[in-house]
């Protein structure tokens, strides 16, 4: 019985080191890593270039946003059939442009025009309009707006897509100013492969990742190569897609600041609505993303974040 209680007083004074040390560092984390120095702090970002007040990825769209604004595009890119890359979220082109067919099935010339308007994917009923209608080349935005940090996110697992991306990235000398994004481990492993010099952000799996070693109290301990932790803000998300509604995402100020101190920034999207915007940066985002570039210039008029980096 002797043995047995000093056991676990043992166990428990050890557990109690650790919980101590770990809340010690999550605190304190440059005690332990070095602190990230990205090239750009970005609090304003445009989703698809601000697809609420232009049609979405056109070069309208980035325009416009960078004309009121924006510190960052966000935008996704796929291959056409003659190797271009064109900026556009989907690889099939029906609900963009009606046609049923995929654009790596397509020469670039041949791509038919946007829709006259597109839905708000985040803000159903709403849409975006304009007369450009025309899809843009990725080399194109990068001429274009050769100092705005842009972020790319990759959905297809197209060794050559990556390639060539990484390519144009290295070409226009924008390596410090634009982020490779991708949900999928393995695609963000072969980017990371190609470019090993652009910031990158947190795939699903790291970020599942993420949250486990933060409710374990490893997190302090654990070092990170990304640079940037872009999520849903949860109640866009639940309000946003009926598959969800039921689901509760948690996130913690704490871990944000934890990530923010070792030198990451937080961008949550997407946020369309001043009251999305507050949540944001309530729970400590950096960043928002959005569809309405105009609306968020003008709350961070109205609400001046201070640079937490």
Same mark, same amino acid.
Not at 227 to 252: A, C, D, E, W
């Given at each position: #019985? ?19 040390? /770990?809340?010690?560092?999550?605190? !304190? ?5 070095? %602190?990230?120095?990205?090239? +750009? ?18 070069? &309208? ?61 985040? !803000? ?30 990759? %959905? ?31 695609? #963000? ?11 990158? /952000?947190?795939?699903? =799996? =790291?970020? /599942? ?21 872009? +999520? ?5 998300? !639940? ?12 996130? =913690? ?10 030198? #990451?920034?937080?961008?949550? +999207? ?8 507050? &949540?944001? +940066? ?14 968020? /210039?003008?709350?961070?008029?109205? !609400? ?6």
């Amino acid at each position: #019985m002797a043995e047995a209680a000093l056991w676990l007083l043992l166990c428990a004074l050890a557990l109690g080191v650790y919980m101590i040390c /770990s809340w010690y560092f999550l605190r !304190n984390p440059l005690l332990l890593h070095k %602190k990230k120095c990205l090239a +750009f702090h970005s609090r304003h970002v445009s989703h698809r270039g601000g697809a609420g007040e232009r049609i979405e990825n056109t070069m &309208a769209a980035f325009t416009h946003a960078v004309k009121e604004g924006t510190e960052m595009l966000e935008l996704d890119c796929h291959l056409t059939q003659d190797g271009y890359v064109v900026v556009s979220h989907d690889k099939n082109l029906e609900r963009q442009t009606g046609y049923n067919i995929d654009i790596s099935s397509l020469k670039f010339q041949d791509l038919p025009s946007y829709k006259e308007k597109l839905e708000v994917t985040f !803000n159903s009923g709403h849409y975006g309009t304009g007369q450009d209608r025309r899809f843009t080349l990725l080399e194109d935005v990068f001429k274009k707006f050769p100092k705005i940090p842009i972020n790319i996110e990759v %959905k297809e697992n197209n060794d050559l897509l990556i390639e060539k991306v990484s390519s144009l990235v290295k070409q226009y000398k924008r390596e410090g100013i634009t982020v490779w994004a991708t949900e999928v481990s393995d695609i #963000m492993a072969k980017c990371r492969k190609q470019n090993p010099f652009m910031p990158y /952000s947190f795939t699903l =799996r =790291r970020g /599942s990742l993420l949250l486990v070693l933060y409710y374990t109290g490893l997190l302090p301990f654990v070092p990170l190569g990304e640079g940037l932790l872009q +999520f849903y803000l949860p109640r866009v998300i !639940n309000r946003s897609h009926s598959t969800f509604k039921n689901i509760r995402l948690t996130m =913690r100020k704490a871990l944000f600041e934890h990530l923010v101190k070792r030198g #990451m920034q937080v961008q949550l +999207f997407v946020c369309n609505q001043e009251s999305d915007m507050d &949540a944001a +940066f309530a729970v400590g985002a950096t960043g928002v993303m959005s569809d309405y570039p105009t609306l968020l /210039s003008d709350y961070i008029h109205k !609400n001046p974040i201070p640079l937490a980096m």
